[in-house]
Structures are given as C-alpha cells and as structure tokens.
C-alpha cells in the first residue's frame, strides 16, 4: 500500500510540472489525488531499527546527540520560522528562531530512528563542509549535491533525493513556452552562488546573459520576480516552492529530451542530481548509520515526504523539537519493530553521556562550495 500511495503521488508531482502551471479541468479519467500525509506517513510508517547498528558506538554522536548544519534559507528543503508551529525546530546558534523542511524531516527520521536528540546549527553555504571537516557538526543535510568534489573533502551518505535541474521563468515572459536549453537563448539569468547551476548549467545557454549569482535561494527567486533577469535555473523542490507561493511563475523541465543541460556521462550528471548528506571523512560509522535508515527507502518515498514539506501542504511530524527517548506521535512507529515495546528501542532509555558545549555563533574560515 505504502508504495501504491508514494508512486501515485510521484506521478500527480510529474503531472504538475508538465502543466507548467496551467490548470486542466478535472476527469474522471485522471488519477485520484492522494493526500501528501498519508503517502509520507505510510512510507515513514515503514521503516524499522537497523539491526546490525549500535547507535551508542558511532561517531560523534556518542553524547546522544546529532548536531546538523544547514542553511535554514533554502526552501524546501530547510527554511527558518519565528516559531515551533509545525513543529519546527529550534535552530541552537539562533535565539528564538527554529527551522522545518525537508532536510528537518530527514534529520528527525534519523535521529528517532536510534533515539538520538537533534541539533540543528545555522550556517552559510560555504562554511557547511569546512565546518563538518572540523568537527563542529556531525553532519551536513542541507540539499547537497554528491559531487566528485565534495566527495573528495568529505564522506558522503546517501542519496536521500533526486533533483532534477529545471529553469524557472515568468508566464508572461517570452521564454516561458521555450521546450529546451537553446530556445532560451540570449536571455538574462542567474543563480544561486557555489552551484551547479550557476557555474555548469547556465553557460550552456546560446548567447546567456550571467548576472552576478544570488547568495541565497530567496534572493535568487526574488531577482526574477521583480524582473531583473528572465529566468533562473534551479531544481525541482525549490522550483515547485516557488511556483507554489507565486502563481505568475512557471517551471520550465528539460529532463530526459535532447534539449535538456548536458553532462559528460551519466556518472557526472547523476552527481548532480544525487542529494546527500555530508559527515566528516572517514567517519564510517556515521556514515553507515545513516545509509542504513536511507537505504529503506526509494526514489518515490523521498518524493512522497518532499511532497509534504513542500508548502502549502505543512509538516506531518507531531515530536517536540529535541528528541529525549522515545518519540511521540507519528514518529513513535518509526523506531520498533512490530510488536516492539517502544521503551526498548535502541537509545530509548539508555543513559546519556554528557552533552557537548552547545554552538553559539561559531565563526570558521568559508570557501566556495557547489551545491
């Protein structure tokens, strides 16, 4: 049933974006809709306690605690709010801010799942890897593509998504009936600083016009919202937060045509549609204990949760915001297997070690990273 619902809802996402923003009247022809709670909480309803991970032995997290880093500017996959509705999270080197998304959902499911607290830090873009490479956060879970680069700094587990790369334009502009990359020549473009997007994918448009890249995914859409360039490329979930909260947008996907960006392989561009979660290099332990949650799930599941975290739908966890055994709500069928007395769940009960000093404000050194 669970995979029934995930793939249905897969296919009601392609269907969207094929529209590119159109509305066809209803048929009774079409597939049913199926609501994004139910097909993420079936997926999440699923997944059972890895039995061959001892989570009291893994790396960095021996106090109990994951600390995670990510923007908490990047919707959907992470954003920041003023309070906990939704149950968000509460972001450690932010006073009174919290954050929710995608990437706050993946990280819930992992730490119930071993009965860890979760930690999320704020940070730039470009302090994410030198900041897991030092030791301030376990990991990064912030929309990270799983590039050959990247991989060579740190470890990498994953992929917890797949993003396909799509160029966002407005539905009055002249290039929002473009069906590929060479029909959206000579236009103005940009975005965000330290992706693919901006350094691999908009330089293979004819004649593009680069403006300089936006520091942010907020200020990346609001250049092409108030008209300073005439689309810009992105990927699928940040694409479809957009069009969500501005109708006059449009997603424009070039995936799987002759007309679509081009790489030198498939490895190469599977590096650049694999998301990942970024830990400290030869940090196996980490590593495999996140694989080993990850591995559960497929392409359609992780649709089905982004599905959810992609707003107007909400967040579907009912947790608090730090996790101190087990999990209440939705999350309690995450971490026991049928029949499983909640309390005896890996981490549940045991005795926590003491915390490591809570991050405030760390300032590091920053270099350029892709997305």
Not at 35 to 45: C, G, N, R, S
Not at 344 to 354: E, I, S, T, V
Request: hydrophobic fraction near 40%.
């Amino acid at each position: 049933m669970r995979r029934i619902l995930a793939l249905i809802l897969a296919l009601c996402m392609v269907f969207a974006l094929a529209a590119c923003g159109s509305e066809p009247a209803a048929t009774e022809s079409e597939a049913p809709e199926v609501d994004p709670k139910e097909a993420a909480e079936a997926v999440i309803a699923s997944l059972t306690v890895p039995e061959d991970i001892d989570p009291a032995a893994v790396q960095g997290v021996e106090d109990g605690v994951l600390t995670v880093a990510m923007e908490c500017a990047y919707a959907p996959y992470n954003w920041t709010q003023i309070d906990d509705s939704n149950n968000g999270v509460a972001i450690s080197n932010m006073s009174g801010s919290y954050t929710n998304g995608y990437d706050v959902m993946i990280s819930k499911i992992i730490c119930d799942i071993y009965g860890w607290e979760l930690e999320v830090v704020s940070s730039a873009w470009d302090s994410l890897v030198p900041g897991v490479q030092s030791g301030i956060y376990d990991a990064v879970i912030a929309g990270q593509s799983m590039t050959a680069d990247r991989m060579a700094q740190v470890d990498m587990a994953g992929p917890y998504y797949y993003a396909d790369i799509v160029i966002v334009t407005t539905k009055d502009s002249e290039y929002a009936s473009a069906t590929s990359i060479a029909e959206l020549a000579g236009g103005t473009a940009t975005a965000q600083s330290g992706t693919i997007w901006y350094d691999s994918c908009l330089p293979q448009i004819p004649d593009v016009d680069l403006i300089a890249p936006a520091e942010t995914a907020p200020s990346m859409i609001m250049s092409l919202t108030t008209g300073q360039v005439d689309y810009i490329c992105t990927d699928v979930p940040t694409a479809t937060a957009a069009v969500q909260k501005d109708d006059n947008l449009v997603i424009l996907n070039f995936a799987g045509t002759d007309g679509d960006f081009q790489f030198a392989s498939e490895e190469e561009r599977a590096e650049n549609v694999n998301i990942g979660i970024s830990v400290q290099k030869d940090n196996a332990t980490l590593r495999e204990a996140i694989d080993a949650v990850l591995s559960q799930m497929d392409a359609d599941d992780f649709n089905a949760i982004m599905a959810y975290a992609t707003p107007p739908n909400g967040q579907i966890f009912r947790t608090h915001k730090r996790y101190r055994g087990p999990a209440r709500g939705l999350l309690g069928v995450l971490s026991r297997q049928p029949g499983q007395d909640p309390a005896a769940r890996p981490g549940g009960d045991r005795h926590r070690l003491p915390h490591r000093p809570r991050l405030r404000h760390t300032e590091h050194d920053t270099v350029h990273q892709e997305r």
